[in-house]
């Protein structure tokens, strides 16, 4: 059996082949291809379509998240512009509460001091209120909790009942967010 196999094999070399020798070497050479499926090039385009589909809408929500994110940050940053004042505006408000309660004690007297007094009240009220700070002085109107702080109550004729009768302290507001509530007595 080995010679035969040496035959053939030297025989192949010689380039002279045993009839059907050649057709077995090959079968022998050559392995196994397992059988494809079937391809359905509908079935592939609608798989494709869907894969598409599915990888656009990944797109859209991403690009959607990254506008939020944007949108977000800026109005973070709006909100930080327009807030950062905050804290300073807290510090100042007793220096314009002092500087009231002395323009009071020097209301019947006139010269130079006075003068000084109310320039320099002036000044810095107009210095919180160029920064987006607001005085509210609200006297005569509705009592709103959300900006003022009742103090009392006061049977007053003059005015409505549930209004503002006296301000006791005036309220300050940056932008729309209340610094400090109006302390107040309403009018029963």
């Keep these: 059996m080995q010679e035969n196999r040496f035959d053939q094999n030297k025989q192949t070399m010689e380039g002279k082949e045993a009839p059907g020798a050649a ?30 589909a599915e990888n656009y809408d990944l797109y859209v929500r991403a690009v959607a998240e990254a ?10 940053v709006a909100k930080a512009r327009k807030f950062s004042i ?15 309660k002395a323009l009071e004690a020097c209301a019947n007297e006139q010269g130079p001091l006075k003068e000084g ?13 160029n920064n987006g700070m607001k005085e509210e002085n609200p006297v005569g109107l509705k009592f709103d909790p959300n900006t003022m702080q009742a103090i009392t109550m006061v049977k007053d004729p003059a005015v409505q009942p549930g209004c503002v009768a006296q301000v006791f302290q ?19």
């Design 86 to 100: 905050e804290k300073f505006a807290e510090a100042m408000l007793p220096v314009v509460d002092s500087m009231e």
């Design 117 to 129: 007094l109310e320039m320099t009240y002036r000044q810095l009220k107009s210095a919180l209120e």
């Design 170 to 188: 005036r309220g300050w507001k940056i932008a729309d967010r209340v610094l400090r509530p109006a302390m107040v007595a309403v009018a029963q």
């Design 67 to 76: 506008d939020n994110v944007r949108r977000r940050a800026a109005e973070d």
């Design 23 to 52: 057709e077995e070497a090959v079968q022998d050479q050559v392995p196994e291809v397992p059988e494809l499926p079937e391809l359905d090039p509908a079935k592939e385009l609608a798989a494709a379509e869907a894969k598409a």
